[in-house]
């Protein structure tokens, strides 16, 4: 029974999408069983673009693979990515009785001595919502920003990933396209996700970690966090009193440097993604605010995206190449990775690499894209047999979202003249350790402190090893008493084999071979 409650969930999901035609690439429909085309040919096509609202009804993990798919133009085509785009933050808030209900479950029933006001939503989104209030702490108020999980997400969530997972199963199993693009695996990505939104302790550490880790950074700012008011179904920080960066006209009439707002925002994903490997992955207009000083600061850590020393190389490399014009670097770099089979043309591959940044070369600012740029990486590498990368999916769509808020401030923002320096940075340190790099002199003076005194303690630390091993050693070599010789001798005669004992051996002649040239 339980199977076929699945099948019909999954159904009503699929009836909705294929009604979309623009939606299903037509790659994976031509490699799809013949049934399945006669199926999606029938069904009649929605002419009125209603696709967000039906999302909307169908429930909070279909918005957020509508808003997955807003970032992929490459996929869906442009017209349908700015309509799914509509499914951020326009969620109807949910009742009252709940917020208390989940204020009651995290803190108890005296939970109003914490929180002396809390006021009526202030956003709504399909995970969580957003509440103004005002805590005591140390007898006085602050104001603080309350998020707030919707009643029963955590198993509806659970529910629709496991009829994504079936039908991700099914395309693989009968689409070469849907192998190629990894299906099964965007789902895990997507489940991974959603296990930090609707979790937010988790979404707490998130955030806990981009403080850290941009603490010497001045272009950026984190709010932060009140960890005894935070739970599962309730994270509490610090109210962030900035202009929200959708409001452009407030933003315009305080004089504040627009170039210098665009600027941040591409260094804050830069820094964020390539030097930590650890970057917001949600940074739309409603998620970033701008204070008077230019300072940028994002909210909501709930989708957060992770990058392994290794897609960082590789991410670095080719941002850095196409700034260089390096399109053969660019292709070994594809090949090495193995992200493209050993039997493609490396040549060939370099010169469809060409065809890419060469219409960059030369141009205006205002018409470099990034974004427009990733597509069509994304689409060249399709052609020669180059796999999906998972890990790299929440930072192609950050790198378009981005890009397309800081363009709102400075149209004519030359993005790779703005990441040169930082490549070049981050290329020139060998060691290539994130957690070593910054852009401030207080961080640099602060890591070479820490440099230094790591390695005064490791030396420390080896000299009192020695001097323990030399106590046991007299002049003439290692002081064995005839008791625990005898000991020694019977134990390994009994217990060990005759190789046991010449390794045994061999280790003390090297021990004092080694303390007699010191």
């Known amino acids: 029974m339980f199977g076929i409650f699945k099948i019909l969930r999954l159904t009503r999901g699929l009836l909705v999408l294929s009604r979309e035609k623009d939606l299903i690439p037509e790659n994976l429909i031509k490699s799809l069983p013949a049934l399945v085309k006669i199926f999606l040919k029938i069904i009649p096509p929605n002419k009125k673009h209603g696709l967000s609202e039906s999302l909307q009804k169908l429930g909070p993990t279909w918005i957020k693979m509508g808003q997955f798919l807003s970032t992929r133009p490459d996929i869906i085509g442009k017209e349908l990515s700015i309509h799914l785009r509509e ?23 005296d939970y109003k001595e914490k929180f002396e006001k809390i006021e009526e939503p202030i956003a709504a989104a399909s995970i969580a919502q957003v509440h103004k209030a005002i805590i005591k702490i140390n007898k006085t108020s602050q104001m603080v920003a309350v998020k707030i999980l919707r009643p029963n997400i955590e198993d509806r969530i659970k529910k629709d990933l496991k009829d994504f997972y079936l039908a991700a199963k099914i395309l693989e199993k009968f689409s070469s396209e849907a192998r190629r693009l990894r299906i099964i695996d965007v789902v895990k990505t997507l489940e991974e996700s959603l296990s930090m939104e609707i979790d937010l302790r988790l979404e707490a550490a998130a955030q806990s970690e981009i403080i850290e880790n941009t603490q010497y950074d001045e272009f950026i700012e984190i ?19 900035a202009n929200p960066s959708k409001d452009l006209e407030k933003i315009k009439k305080k004089n504040i440097e627009f170039n210098c707002v665009g600027e941040n925002i591409m260094k804050t994903f830069l820094i964020l993604a390539i030097r930590d490997g650890f970057f917001h992955a949600d940074m739309h ?4 605010f701008v204070k008077d000083d230019a300072t940028i600061i994002p909210v909501d850590f709930g989708i957060m995206g992770r990058l392994n020393i290794e897609s960082r190389r590789y991410l670095l490399e080719i941002l850095n190449g196409f700034v260089k014009k390096d399109y053969k670097k660019i292709s070994d770099i594809h090949f090495e990775a193995g992200y493209i089979p050993e039997n493609q043309d490396r040549d060939k591959f370099a010169q469809a690499l060409r065809a890419i940044g060469e219409p960059i070369q030369g141009q205006d600012s205002k018409s470099i894209s990034m974004g427009h740029l990733l597509s069509q990486l994304l689409e060249v590498t399709g052609q020669f047999e180059m796999e999906t990368q998972p890990q790299l999916l929440l930072l192609q769509k950050t790198m378009v979202v981005t890009e397309g808020v800081a363009r709102e401030f400075n149209p004519d923002l030359n993005i790779w003249s703005l990441s040169e320096p ?3 940075n981050l290329i020139s340190s060998q060691a290539f350790d994130p957690s070593k790099l910054s852009f401030t002199k207080e961080a640099i003076n602060s890591n ?18 020695f ?27 009994l217990e060990t084999n005759p190789f046991k004992s010449i390794i045994i051996i061999l280790l003390v002649l090297i021990l004092s071979i080694l303390l007699i040239n010191r």
Do not use: C
């Open 223 to 241: 709010p932060k966090i009140f960890w005894d008011l935070t739970s599962k179904n309730i994270l509490t920080t610090e109210w962030v009193d």
């Open 448 to 465: 070479a402190r820490e440099i230094y005194h790591s390695i005064i303690n490791d030396i420390e630390k080896t000299k009192k090893d």
């Open 422 to 424: 930082i490549l070049d």
């Open 467 to 493: 001097t323990k091993i030399k106590k046991a050693f007299g002049d003439d070599g290692l002081k064995i008493d005839k008791k625990t010789l005898m000991l020694v001798t019977e134990k390994e005669r």
């Open 87 to 109: 499914l951020q933050d326009s969620i109807p808030p949910f009742d009252k009785k709940f917020v208390e209900m989940a204020f009651i479950e995290s803190f108890g029933e």
């Open 285 to 288: 207009q409603g998620n970033l």
